[in-house]
C-alpha cells in the first residue's frame, strides 16, 4: 500500500474517486511506470484501489482513478457497533421477571429502546449510519451514558 501525502485535491465522481497529486518522478507509486491497476494507495486514512492513472495536458497534475476500499467513517462505524455489542454481551440488568441477569439479546435490547432488533444488528456490525438519537436510545436501553462509546 502507497501512503499518499502530497496530493491536491480528491473528487468524489460518483462510482468512482479521482486523487489529484503533482507529477513528480519521486513518487514511488508512479516508479512504476504508469502501472497502477489495482494498486492500494491510502490518503488521508481512506483506502483505494486505483483502476487507472491520467496524466494532465500540461503534465503537472496526475490523476488516479479509484475506488473506495473503506473509509475512515466506517472504521469509526464498526468499532462504535462492536462497542454496543461488548457492552450488551456484559451488561448486568434486571428483567421483567425481577431475576437480574448478565448479557443481553439483540431483540431484549430492541424491545427496552424500543428498535427493531435487525436495526441493532447492523449498528453492531457497522453497517448502519444512525444518529445521536438511536445510539442514546441503545445506551439508555443498556442503562449506560452514550460516552461507552
Same mark, same amino acid.
Given at each position: 500500500?502507497?501512503?499518499?501525502?502530497?496530493?491536491?485535491?480528491?473528487?468524489?465522481?460518483?462510482? @468512482? @474517486?479521482?486523487?489529484?497529486?503533482?507529477?513528480? !518522478?519521486?513518487?514511488?507509486?508512479?516508479?512504476?511506470?504508469?502501472?497502477?491497476?489495482?494498486?492500494?494507495?491510502?490518503?488521508?486514512?481512506?483506502? @483505494?484501489?486505483?483502476?487507472?492513472?491520467?496524466?494532465?495536458?500540461?503534465? !503537472?497534475?496526475?490523476?488516479?482513478?479509484?475506488?473506495?476500499?473503506? @473509509?475512515?467513517?466506517?472504521? !469509526?462505524?464498526?468499532?462504535?457497533?462492536?462497542?454496543? #455489542?461488548?457492552?450488551? =454481551?456484559?451488561?448486568?440488568?434486571?428483567? #421483567?421477571?425481577?431475576?437480574?441477569? =448478565?448479557?443481553?439479546?439483540?431483540?431484549?435490547?430492541?424491545?427496552?429502546?424500543?428498535?427493531?432488533?435487525?436495526?441493532?444488528?447492523?449498528?453492531?456490525?457497522?453497517?448502519?449510519?444512525?444518529?445521536?438519537?438511536?445510539?442514546?436510545?441503545?445506551?439508555?436501553?443498556?442503562? =449506560? =451514558?452514550?460516552?461507552?462509546?
Amino acid at each position: 500500500m502507497f501512503l499518499i501525502e502530497n496530493f491536491r485535491e480528491i473528487t468524489n465522481e460518483g462510482s @468512482y @474517486y479521482i486523487v489529484t497529486l503533482p507529477f513528480s !518522478e519521486d513518487c514511488p507509486l508512479l516508479k512504476i511506470n504508469f502501472d497502477v491497476d489495482s494498486e492500494k494507495i491510502e490518503v488521508e486514512g481512506n483506502q @483505494y484501489t486505483v483502476n487507472d492513472c491520467l496524466v494532465s495536458d500540461n503534465g !503537472e497534475w496526475i490523476n488516479l482513478i479509484c475506488d473506495r476500499i473503506s @473509509y475512515k467513517r466506517d472504521k !469509526e462505524r464498526q468499532r462504535i457497533g462492536q462497542r454496543f #455489542a461488548e457492552e450488551r =454481551k456484559s451488561v448486568e440488568w434486571v428483567d #421483567a421477571n425481577g431475576i437480574k441477569r =448478565k448479557g443481553m439479546t439483540q431483540t431484549e435490547l430492541a424491545e427496552r429502546c424500543g428498535l427493531l432488533q435487525s436495526n441493532i444488528a447492523r449498528v453492531e456490525r457497522g453497517y448502519f449510519s444512525v444518529g445521536f438519537d438511536t445510539l442514546e436510545a441503545m445506551a439508555e436501553g443498556l442503562g =449506560k =451514558k452514550i460516552d461507552i462509546v
